[in-house]
T-cell receptor
Framework: DAKTTQPTSMDCAEGRAANLPCNHS???????VYWYRQIHSQGPQYIIH???NNETNEMASLIITEDRKSSTLILPHATLRDTAVYYC????????????FGQGTTLQVKP | GAGVSQSPSNKVTEKGKDVELRCDPI?????LYWYRQSLGQGLEFLIY????????KSGLPSDRFSAERTGGSVSTLTIQRTQQEDSAVYLC??????????FGPGTRLLVL
């Protein structure tokens, strides 16, 4: 089973920030939080990941709470092309590193 | 996705036939993963390769499924005696020097 919980769906106005929450209350100390998204009919696209500190790249920002039990992915200026299913994943802390996907959040960016 | 290609893009086969799906990561990708996504379902892990060995095959749904990797690069997922429930998108992911997995575009398999 996935170790994360996310809202099933969210809407966001084009040009506004999209804030996608994720709960991972059972995360272990050496497990990373990864975010991927999947646009219809395509393979998942890596967005960002982090361990403890907040992270930012050209696509998004990741805010992780101090207790690491939850995080938020921020798309600062959402566009219509950001409409996708967003997956928050706690990377299994084993040698395999396999990703366990939940159902994700369907983000609909509206004009 | 960071140089992971898969072939064929689409495959239609008849129930009972064998199929081979190919994943071709760019040179230097050390770990390789196979996942599948059934219609309306999430992605599920199938198998993991480190080099040419597969230390984790726990996700393979039955003994009809097998996979191999040669030369630490190309991997083939084989499904024998396909069934209609095998219809899904089969996704390959590979890691480079870090541990981030980059996915290919997938192979859409339809078993009639």
């Amino acid at each position: 089973d996935a170790k994360t919980t996310q809202p099933t769906s969210m809407d966001c106005a084009e040009g506004r920030a999209a804030n996608l929450p994720c709960n991972h209350s059972t995360i272990s100390g050496n497990e990373y939080v990864y975010w991927y998204r999947q646009i219809h009919s395509q393979g998942p696209q890596y967005i960002i990941h982090g361990l403890k500190n907040n992270e930012t790249n050209e696509m998004a920002s990741l805010i992780i709470t101090e207790d690491r039990k939850s995080s938020t992915l921020i798309l600062p200026h959402a566009t219509l092309r950001d409409t996708a299913v967003y997956y928050c994943i706690v990377r299994v802390g084993s040698n395999t590193g396999k990703l366990i996907f939940g159902q994700g959040t369907t983000l609909q960016v509206k004009p | 996705g960071a140089g992971v290609s898969q072939s064929p893009s689409n495959k239609v086969t008849e129930k009972g036939k064998d199929v081979e799906l190919r994943c071709d990561p760019i040179s230097g990708h050390t770990a390789l993963y196979w996942y599948r996504q059934s219609l309306g379902q999430g992605l599920e892990f199938l198998i993991y390769f480190q080099g040419n060995s597969a230390p984790d095959k726990s996700g393979l749904p039955s003994d009809r499924f097998s996979a191999e990797r040669t030369g630490g690069s190309v991997s083939t997922l084989t499904i024998q005696r396909t069934q209609q429930e095998d219809s899904a998108v089969y996704l390959c992911a590979a890691t480079g020097y870090g541990e981030t997995q980059y996915f290919g575009p997938g192979t859409r398999l339809l078993v009639l």
